[in-house]
């Protein structure tokens, strides 16, 4: 996951999937930063899934550079 992807999240285990636009992801710290409703929510990343990537993260990756 990449900044700008389209991302589905949880607050919580229990909690409905909600949709949002990823900030940040940080791997060290097992972390997500979104956008979602107009506020940005910081989420662990084993509640986070990628929903759609972003045109240009497409682009980059086929490039191989990440």
Same mark, same amino acid.
Do not use: C
């Given at each position: 996951? !990449?900044?700008?992807?389209? @991302?589905?999240?949880? &607050?919580?285990? #229990?909690? &409905? ?22 506020? +940005? +929510?910081? @989420?662990?990343?084993?509640? +986070? ?7 240009? !993260?497409? #682009?980059?990756?086929?490039?191989? !550079? &990440?």
């Amino acid at each position: 996951m !990449n900044a700008g992807d389209l @991302v589905r999240f949880r &607050t919580s285990s #229990e909690a &409905t999937w909600d949709i949002g636009i990823l900030i940040k992801y940080e791997k060290l710290l097992k972390a997500a930063k979104i956008l979602a409703h107009g506020k +940005v +929510v910081s @989420v662990r990343a084993s509640l +986070v899934q990628l929903h759609r990537r972003h045109p240009d !993260n497409i #682009e980059m990756l086929k490039r191989g !550079n &990440t």
